[in-house]
């Protein structure tokens, strides 16, 4: 499960919206060619690996690429496994000296990736790379990775501490999650018709994809104890905890018929073209939070690349029949999500929101 991730469309984002910026950003060590030609080098050497015996132990029935991988355990259940890591995010925590909430956004990016199959999350292992160890931050580290274990339903069965002084700058910090599901009960985007009406989720925020960008933006204006968010910094609003659906998603697909499910992620709304052939038509958009509005007016970025690069308040999508909709809502606002229909599947491929239209 090789994902290049929101470096794609932001390399796409960069070239149109500023030379400066665009500089600063590849100084952060982030090559977007490079990345691509390192995930298909890996791919070329890995895939063969893919067990595709049908019906045997170990079959891989998802391929590479989808949100999460899932293996074949016998003949009605499969594995599902899905590797993540917080990204820049930690950079912001390391800035503030605040890590006891980067451990949620952790658990959020692995199970949110997983239950896009309809999966049950079970456990996570964590890996904490450091430049030189630090028994305190590992310590704050492990208070979010315990939050997050208790809203995903999970537990934190092992991990790893490396201290790597010739590698790591500061701390990174990533992880493998696992779950379990009915092989008959896989959501795969299949059932997807035209007419079905997509649903998001809403998001506590920028979650963990775009911060590079976002900080890079917000304090090239504004120092990072800033008070632009009302009684949060700059820094405390980037840090805020990405949502994790899983108490939601896990009642969807056991009380409402669900076509497709999709993390929005590195690529925004572009990511519903990830779980299907059909296209996406989206008119009702849900209003961006604050941050998402600073960022945009800070650089004057028009509407077509934030929605390329930042979730815009979007966190997941959920696919279903238009006569299922109001089950979902509902379910949703008694999980303590706000959701709402916010647009249509179409025959032709792409996501279209406003007068623009997204791929990922």
Not at 241 to 252: A, C, D, S
């Amino acid at each position: 499960m090789f994902k290049s991730g929101i470096t794609i469309n932001l390399l796409d984002f960069l070239q149109r919206f500023g030379e400066n910026l665009a500089k600063d950003y590849a100084q952060s060590g982030v090559d977007i060619d490079v990345e691509g030609a390192a995930v298909s080098a890996i791919v070329s050497q890995i895939k063969g690996s893919l067990k595709s015996d049908s019906g045997s132990t170990g079959e891989n029935l998802t391929g590479i690429g989808h949100f999460c991988s899932l293996v074949r355990i016998d003949s009605t259940r499969a594995l599902a496994i899905a590797t993540d890591g917080v990204g820049s995010k930690i950079k912001i925590a390391e800035e503030l000296g605040s890590f006891e909430t980067i451990g949620i956004d952790l658990i959020a990016m692995n199970v949110n990736d997983m239950i896009c199959t309809g999966a049950r999350p079970l456990s996570l292992v964590d890996y904490i790379a450091f430049e030189k160890v630090d028994p305190e931050v590992a310590g704050a580290i492990g208070v979010g990775l315990a939050a997050g274990a208790e809203q995903a339903g999970i537990s934190i069965s092992g991990g790893e501490i490396a201290t790597l002084p010739e590698i790591i700058r500061g701390v990174d910090l990533a992880g493998t999650g696992v779950g379990i599901v009915d092989i008959e009960s896989v959501v795969t985007g299949e059932k997807i018709e035209v007419g079905d009406v997509v649903i998001c989720l809403e998001s506590s925020g920028v979650h963990s994809n775009g911060l590079t960008l976002a900080r890079k933006v917000l304090l090239k204006h504004y120092s990072i104890d800033d008070k632009i968010f009302g009684e949060k910094t700059v820094g405390q609003e980037l840090l805020t905890p990405t949502k994790i659906y899983v108490p939601e998603v896990m009642e969807l697909v056991e009380k409402v018929d669900i076509h497709g499910l999709a993390n929005i992620t590195g690529g925004g709304l572009g990511n519903l073209q990830r779980i299907t052939k059909y296209g996406f038509e989206i008119t009702n958009l849900p209003e961006p939070q604050a941050v998402f509005k600073k960022i945009q007016q800070l650089e004057n970025i028009v509407d077509s690349e934030m929605y390329r690069t930042f979730n815009m308040g979007v966190g997941f999508c959920v696919v279903v029949k238009a006569g299922d909709a109001d089950a979902v809502i509902e379910i949703c606002k008694t999980q303590g999500t706000t959701a709402q229909v916010i647009g249509t599947v179409i025959e032709e491929p792409g996501v279209r929101v406003k007068d623009f239209v997204l791929s990922y």
